[in-house]
């Protein structure tokens, strides 16, 4: 499975920006979905996730309200809608995919077995 991520740039505080996550080699309707983002000296840190069947979404508890995980089959990829962004938001986003056999959505690095490349997210105050 191949993730290609995109849709990064820079943006002022309280923009808004959506990040796309094309998926090749597999089907993100099979997969449990996540991004994460990792900011310099930092740890990387669960965002959002989506299960593959339901269509259920969780989300990093500082994040919710502001962070939408979406799927969209048909283009085989998975979005993540930024608003009200904030300069602490700054950080390299990656997209990730749990194959089977899994449970629950994972919200830690080990729950995933692919990733993409990441995409620079910058928040100017």
């Known amino acids: 499975v191949q993730l290609q991520a995109s849709g990064g740039g820079l943006v002022q505080a309280g923009g808004s920006l959506r990040l796309s996550c094309a998926a090749s080699g597999g089907t993100v309707s099979s997969y449990n979905m996540g991004w994460f983002r990792q900011a310099p000296g930092q740890e990387r840190d669960f965002v959002a996730g989506?299960?593959?069947?339901?269509?259920?979404?969780y989300y990093a508890e500082s994040l919710k309200g502001r962070f939408t995980i979406s799927r969209d089959n048909p283009r085989n990829t998975v979005y993540l809608q930024m608003n009200s962004l904030k300069p602490e938001d700054t950080a390299v986003y990656y997209c990730?995919?749990?194959?089977?056999?899994?449970?629950?959505?994972?919200?830690?690095?080990?729950?995933?077995?692919?990733w993409g490349q990441g995409t620079q997210v910058t928040v100017s105050s």
């Open positions: 989506i299960r593959w069947s339901p269509n259920v979404s």
């Open positions: 990730a995919a749990d194959t089977p056999p899994y449970s629950r959505v994972g919200d830690t690095t080990t729950a995933y077995d692919y």
